[in-house]
């Protein structure tokens, strides 16, 4: 089951090879990664970085909506990168700063250091209405 | 009995000849290339290269005057307590700013081989084991070196202070220099009677001394800015290339550096840490080299990143010009087990111009380096994130071919090249 729910959230992620580049500071128009919790949550990943490349330190903007379209707010965020193939992690220990709006948190000191296939496991804490707090851990595969 | 001996002898003499057809007669090869492999060989040229990056922690880091200052300083052999040893004197520009030697040698043999300086000014991050986030903060180190320069930071402020030339440079870039600065050797790093020296100075004496050094160190870093390699062979190829390429194209690197090109971004797996216009992705790798002799091998980056943190002349110290957000590199570095053995990632470069290889030398040819990474040996100390490769004698060959054609002069005018007249 567990693998089940990997290849759906593997499946569900979606690289998208943007044409224009965003400068440093300001994110891409579009998001660049995009995954569906289980639970229904959606993180948009927008990077300063776009198409995403290597050996560059960057921020990434990440906005969680919920199965409504609402945004989600007072979220933690943990994120974990690494390539499996090659036995090893991200080079950087990237860390939410800042909730910048509503559902939306700026992650500083993204960087990836090979080209190759790279898997991240992002770690959502979270309410939505009146639930109990949520902790879920979703997975996004794409290759470098 | 002479037959009886026939069938066997037919029979090793078969497999000797396969044997060394297997080891030595390469593969007829298909030069074409896919969209990925062309991607990746255009993201090595230079072309690729980006404008280097100001260093927000340097200000005068673009100064054509800082870097004429730091040439000079970078040269100059009274930086040294023996009066004989410059950076320059193990930076030598005709070794692509390498030493030929095993171990660097300054006033002493250290423990660590010198490191090739072409395109470091992009790197995040400086020394073996990335113990410093800054250029300007590593030129510091090795003047207060036991057995590099030997010498310390108020001895070289009182240099600056005392040479004319080197002061009215100095205050055209920084300002006026203090007052008078103690002609004292001291220094908190330093023998015993220096660490005594420097603690018997005044906060404000010891804050100026810091401030010359620290812009000592910023004049050296502007120079080694202007250090960058040249096209080579394979720039021109890789500009070139293209799902149909000419024979023109094919021309410009022979079949054995092709297949060694084609080796190094696929079986080989060089690309994945000497990828990119450098060809170093300046991240820390452990890849099972044997420790230097007679030494337990070492932390490397493990220890490497702490004493980053630690440094008073760091990112995010008081002798920084940048502001704390900008100091991601520092703020954001990571310090895990799996970071226990590994060694920055060096340029490859003019690789061919810089042997021995490996952090402490231990390598002395470029054929038993891919010969290591083709038997992946055990690391001493944490895992060896390389596996073995499976490579053939003709291929490891091939590859070799191929990292010499990275070799060209340097695109640094030659003016950067010798003593300032």
């Known amino acids: ?144 | 009995m002479t037959k009886k001996l026939l069938f066997p002898l037919i029979l090793c003499a078969a497999a000797g000849l396969a044997f060394l057809v297997w080891s030595y007669v390469p593969l007829l090869t298909d030069n074409s290339w896919d969209n990925t492999d062309i991607r990746l060989i255009k993201s090595l040229s230079l072309s690729a290269l980006p404008e280097l990056a100001k260093d927000p922690s340097n200000s005068i880091g673009d100064l054509e005057s800082a870097a004429e200052f730091g040439q000079a300083l970078f040269f100059d052999q009274r930086l040294s307590g023996n009066g004989a040893v410059a950076c320059a004197s193990c930076h030598k520009p005709e070794l692509s700013f390498t030493d030929g030697l095993e171990l660097a040698t300054g006033t002493a043999i250290g423990p660590r081989h010198t490191p090739s300086l072409l395109g470091i000014s992009y790197s995040p991050w400086f020394y073996w084991d990335g113990r410093k986030d800054s250029q300007w903060s590593q030129a510091l180190a090795p003047l207060e070196a036991g057995h590099e320069h030997n010498t310390d930071r108020a001895t070289v402020a009182q240099l600056i202070s005392q040479d004319k030339g080197y002061r009215n440079r100095y205050e055209s870039i920084f300002g006026p220099l203090p007052g008078a600065l103690p002609n004292v050797s001291a220094t908190p790093l330093g023998k015993e009677a220096q660490v005594e020296q420097w603690d018997n100075l005044a906060t404000i004496i010891q804050v100026q001394i810091n401030t010359v050094f620290t812009n000592v160190g910023k004049a050296l870093a502007a120079y080694q800015r202007k250090i960058v390699p040249g096209r080579s062979r394979f720039d021109d190829f890789a500009d070139s290339l293209s799902p149909t390429s000419s024979e023109e194209t094919n021309s410009i690197l022979s079949s054995a550096e092709i297949a060694g090109l084609s080796l190094f971004i696929d079986k080989g797996q060089c690309a994945s840490c000497h990828n990119g216009p450098l060809f170093t992705n300046h991240e820390f790798h452990n890849t099972g080299v044997m420790a230097i002799r007679g030494e337990l091998p070492p932390m490397a980056r493990y220890d490497g990143v702490r004493i980053a943190r630690l440094d008073p002349f760091n990112c995010l110290g008081e002798y920084s010009d940048a502001q704390s957000n900008e100091c991601t590199e520092l703020r954001f570095a990571r310090d895990e087990n799996e970071l226990v053995g590994a060694q920055k990632t060096p340029t490859l470069r003019n690789v061919s111009e810089t042997a021995p290889y490996m952090h402490g030398g231990q390598i002395k040819t470029l054929n038993e380096v891919v010969r290591h990474y083709n038997d992946a040996p055990t690391s001493m100390l944490s895992h060896n994130e390389a596996k073995p490769l499976g490579l053939r004698p003709f291929e490891i060959k091939q590859l070799e071919a191929f990292l010499m054609t990275l070799t060209a002069p340097l695109a640094t005018a030659s003016k950067w090249l010798s003593p300032p007249e």
């Open chain 1, 1 to 144: 089951m567990a693998s089940l729910l990997f290849n759906f959230f593997r499946l569900s992620a979606c690289l998208l090879l943007l044409g224009a580049q965003a400068a440093i500071g300001q994110f891409s128009e579009e998001p660049i990664l995009s995954v569906q919790t289980s639970k229904g949550i959606t993180v948009d990943i927008y990077s300063e970085i776009a198409p995403l490349d290597i050996n560059r330190i960057h921020s990434w903007q990440l906005r969680l909506t919920d199965a409504q379209g609402s945004p989600v707010s007072n979220a933690q965020i943990e994120l974990v990168g690494g390539m499996p193939e090659h036995d090893h992690g991200m080079p950087t220990q990237p860390q939410i700063t800042d909730e910048t709006e509503t559902g939306s948190y700026l992650l500083e000191g993204m960087r990836f250091h090979m080209p190759g296939k790279w898997l991240l496991d992002i770690q959502l804490t979270y309410t939505v209405g009146t639930e109990d707090l949520i902790v879920e851990t979703t997975k996004i595969e794409f290759e470098l």
